[in-house]
């Protein structure tokens, strides 16, 4: 029998704010995390601002030793799950070895541990051998970010990671409600986290033209979802994590429930590396596996959390897919692009979203899209622009797209 799954903590590391409430309110106001790149000089770059998390402290989650020797996405996982779990009112240093055995990890990553492998060639070919880290091969590998999480609060359950691109963490939160609903685990920290703020992986977003890059005076107008005059995505690092567990065990020791997950759907175009097929067929096709599964019919969604990237391609054909999948309840459906405030966190974007639209539940109140100014005649839902608004969230569809032709969503309700 299937059982329910439900989230009782959210942790977040957010270009916009650091620490769930900080995320959340600034989320609300609409205020941006778009700024100038400094944590590398930029000024040869044809794209020099990114969604960057400014005055995080990496030194409270990675001892000054071992900070060489891990990316900048340990840290930030450890500080999102670790509020996560405080947040579930779960003490990881009070558990004996068989109850940690009971709480797994699953982490989304699109790009890993990619910056800090990139430092290791930079030391090797200017002639720094000494100072490449002797964990350079656990590290680049992707798995053990996940370890690292599960090494920091001794969770001794399964510790995996899923790396689809932008759908990571949409499919690590899937893949770990799964895990619950079909009694693989009863508890679970999941999310995602990517840090991929590096000049080669800078580089490489702009040789595909895909980055908005008319904006470098104007970083918080840079990200611009279904607008006529967007031009490409912003890059964003940070990181979102949730504990979730079987109903009866969250109710029984009293847990706070933010939300519960309903329903995952996941399909593949197999069309392109980068580009989306026309239709929409497929991305509809994911939201109506994930309704199918939650037993919800299109015209319950009250909310969809867009994935929203500002590209022209994927905001034309998103919307497109939401006609598919909602008919006539589609003109009616409020919706927002949390990219447009925060940049675009690569694999760990699903989270964010999630985080989001778990907090807008909670709050009766969910954040707008900012830096709609000039609608695109053929991106023409109902997408929050502006403010904020106050309305009442019963279910809500969370929608991620992807290189590689994936496509995921997530159904959450009260």
């Not at 340990?74 to 055995?101: H, N, V, W």
């Not at 840079?222 to 912003?234: L, M, W």
């Not at 940070?238 to 519960?260: D, T």
């Amino acid at each position: 029998m299937k059982r329910r799954v439900v989230v009782t903590g959210i942790g977040a590391v957010s270009p916009n704010g650091i620490g769930r409430e900080a995320f959340w309110a600034a989320t609300l106001r609409g205020e941006s995390g778009v700024r100038p790149i400094e944590r590398f000089d930029a000024s040869d770059l044809a794209v020099r601002i990114a969604g960057q998390v400014e005055n995080f402290d990496e030194t409270q989650y990675v001892s000054v030793k071992d900070r060489p020797h891990v990316s900048r996405a340990t840290p930030f996982a450890i500080a999102a799950a670790g509020e996560a779990l405080t947040d579930a009112g779960l003490d990881s240093k009070s558990m004996s070895r068989e109850e940690s055995r009971e709480i797994g990890v699953v982490t989304g990553s699109g790009a890993a541990s990619w910056e800090f492998t990139e430092h290791q060639y930079e030391l090797y070919y200017t002639g720094r051998q000494k100072e490449c880290s002797v964990y350079v091969v656990p590290t680049s590998t992707p798995g053990t970010l996940s370890s690292e999480v599960s090494m920091r609060f001794g969770l001794r359950g399964y510790s995996h990671l899923l790396s689809n691109g932008c759908t990571s963490s949409t499919d690590a939160i899937g893949y770990a409600y799964r895990s619950i609903a079909f009694g693989n685990m009863n508890r679970l920290v999941a999310g995602g986290v990517d840090t991929p703020l590096a000049p080669l992986i800078m580089r490489g977003f702009i040789i595909m033209r895909i980055m908005a890059s008319r904006w470098n005076a104007e970083p918080t107008r840079a990200s611009r979802p279904f607008s006529k005059d967007r031009d490409g995505f912003v890059v964003a690092e940070g990181a979102w994590f949730f504990v979730l567990e079987e109903r009866e065990m969250a109710l029984a020791r009293g847990a706070r429930i933010y939300g519960e997950i309903k329903g995952y759907g996941s399909t593949c175009e197999a069309f392109h590396r980068v580009r989306l097929e026309e239709c929409g067929e497929e991305p509809a096709r994911a939201m109506g596996l994930a309704l199918a599964e939650a037993g919800l019919a299109p015209e319950a969604i009250d909310y969809v959390s867009y994935h929203g990237t500002s590209t022209e391609l994927n905001d034309r054909i998103e919307t497109r897919a939401m006609h598919l999948a909602f008919g006539d309840h589609a003109r009616k459906l409020p919706g927002s692009a949390l990219k447009s405030i925060i940049g675009h966190p690569q694999g760990a974007c699903g989270a964010a979203g999630l985080a989001a639209t778990l907090l807008g539940m909670r709050d009766g109140r969910m954040h707008g899209t900012i830096n709609l100014e000039s609608p695109d005649p053929e991106c023409d839902l109902d997408y929050i622009p502006g403010p904020a608004r106050q309305m009442n969230i019963e279910n809500a569809v969370c929608n991620c797209i992807a290189f590689g032709s994936k496509n995921s969503a997530l159904v959450v309700g009260r």
